[in-house]
């Protein structure tokens, strides 16, 4: 009866968990068949969406891109601003109003096989916690070596992949195609299940009781 107490009882408190909150990644040693702009020197920021069916707090992010089209690729670390936007609800695919924005410093790795391709993770500052729905990530190299142009990986070209971009932090967004290569990681939350009433485990255990109750009877009575 304990065992089955515990166990019942182990239904209502789902913990989280550490896990991967979307994965929207390049597959290991592909050739990314696009680029989008991503760096305000060069008046082009692009954000791209994704859907989380459960709660999440992302802590981590992890995407691709490439630096240096006009000039030397930098050794050292590059700065980024990623931000996180509702979406817009609209007809037509477009973020909505800036969720979280932060800045990050990060380094680089080439995985790149017949070109210059670079991974890129970021711890964030402060993790950003998500309802379920709809939202954009954008991400742009916010660096001042207006010499060199960054420009997000993109992952796949598939019809209904939605890819945004705008001019500048206060221009429209205007829909493309394309899905940009990014993970995001963190914790979700498992939907909760409801914690069966008192009565309900009380009626359990009595059912329990009794049942062992009947089975001891027939012995008891073989020894009278």
């Known amino acids: ?21 979307y994965d929207q990644d390049l597959p290991a040693g592909a050739t990314p068949p696009a680029f989008a702009i991503s760096d305000p020197s060069r008046s082009q920021i692009a954000a791209d ?34 931000e996180f936007l509702s979406d817009g609800f609209g007809p037509i695919p477009l973020p909505g109003s800036v969720v979280s924005s932060q800045t990050v410093d990060v ?25 379920p729905g709809r939202y954009w990530l954008s991400i742009a190299e916010v660096d001042a ?27 429209a967004w205007t829909l493309t195609d394309g899905a940009a290569a990014f993970t995001l990681e963190g914790t979700t939350t498992p939907v909760d299940v409801p914690a069966p009433p008192a009565i309900l485990l009380a009626g359990i255990g009595a059912a329990g009781f009794w049942g062992v109750r009947r089975r001891a009877q027939p012995v008891a009575e073989r020894r009278v």
Request: hydrophobic share 50%; proline share 7%; charged share 20%.
């Open 1 to 21: 009866m304990r065992t089955l107490f515990l166990a019942v009882l182990g239904l209502a408190a789902p913990a989280a968990r550490a896990d991967i909150v």
């Open 49 to 82: 969406d994704f859907a989380l069916t459960a709660a999440a707090t992302v802590t981590d992010v992890r995407w691709y891109g490439r630096t240096g089209v006009t000039a030397i690729d930098p050794v050292g670390p590059a700065t980024f601003r990623i």
């Open 107 to 131: 380094g680089r790795t080439d995985v790149g096989t017949t070109a210059p391709l670079y991974a890129y993770a970021a711890a964030l500052p402060t993790p950003v916690a998500l309802a």
């Open 145 to 171: 070596d207006t010499p060199n142009v960054w420009s997000w990986a993109i992952a796949s070209q598939k019809p209904g992949e939605f890819l945004d971009v705008r001019r500048d932090d206060t221009a």
